[in-house]
């Protein structure tokens, strides 16, 4: 999933029935920030909110078959990552 509008930049990972993932990059906001937000912490959130600005990036690897969730600071640099195989997806060819 890809979100924004929530004043912070993270990353999230549900876990689903079979072992699949749900995982989500929220990335927000590119304008001067507006923090800290006031989002519940929740099992689901994999770091602590970045509330500087900041944009997301999605790299996919077909031939390794995974996906790189990237929530990035201005200036390009990694804040957090994940990388996702995409039988964690459920995506199996």
Known sequence: LLSGDRHAGAIYNRGLA??????????????????????SQTPELLMTPYHPENFGQIDIDWHARTLRLALKGMRGED?????VRFTDLGLSH
Do not use: F, R
Request: no cysteine.
């Open 79 to 83: 804040v957090e990552a994940l990388t």
């Open 18 to 39: 079979g072992g699949q993932i749900l995982p989500e990059l929220t990335a927000s906001s590119l304008n001067p920030p507006y923090g800290p937000s006031k989002d």
